[in-house]
């Protein structure tokens, strides 16, 4: 009886959390400063929410129209595809929580990816209606269509950088010189990443010119 009624406070917290990503998008501010000093958020929901990117991103390919999302199959790859997502997202969160030492920022890593995750909200809540809506007008709506989908990511874009505003307790001029540090941060630790797997491709192939030259001589 007590493990159930634990299983239900927990859904019903998660519940909360999630509805609460309306709120966030609506009052930014007071939200995501909630969000995480009240505790208003939690991981779950931000991790459904980003599963709903995912798969808004995956019906976005599939499911649009024709007229507004010309797809060429043989060349997609769906895991390339959400990585796009994803590994940006990783960048970005980990960037941004190592740089808070250096601007002294009060977030820890879990309330950015929070934070960023409840930010990207607008993005499947504006996508899935608007794949229903490709596929009932014309090619005379394709203005209209562009403009909703931009309107998503800008949306959701202002969101992150008020959620970062937020958390690490900066004014919004200390925000926007934070973000282009992260931004460069991020390019940082892609060259580190390109340069530590060529490194391992060029010892790899060493080895093995290695092991062909000792199979040549026997």
Sequence with gaps: MLASLKKKETYLHYIDTLKYSLYCITHPLDGFW?????KRGSIAAANTILILTLLARIFKLQYTSFIFNKVYWPEVNIFLYL????FPLALWCIGNWALTT?????GRLSQVYMATCYGMTPYPLIQFPLIIFS???????AEFYAMVSVISLVWA????LAAMSQIHEYKMSKTLLFTVATGFA????????LLFFSM??????YFISIGKEILFRL
């Design 34 to 38: 909630d969000l995480t000093h009240e």
């Design 83 to 86: 990585a796009s997502v994803l």
């Design 102 to 106: 250096l601007f002294d920022g009060k």
């Design 135 to 141: 596929n009932v007008v014309t090619v005379d709506e």
């Design 157 to 160: 874009a202002l969101l992150i």
């Design 186 to 193: 991020m390019l940082v630790m892609v060259f580190i990443l």
């Design 200 to 205: 391992i491709s060029q010892g790899i192939a």
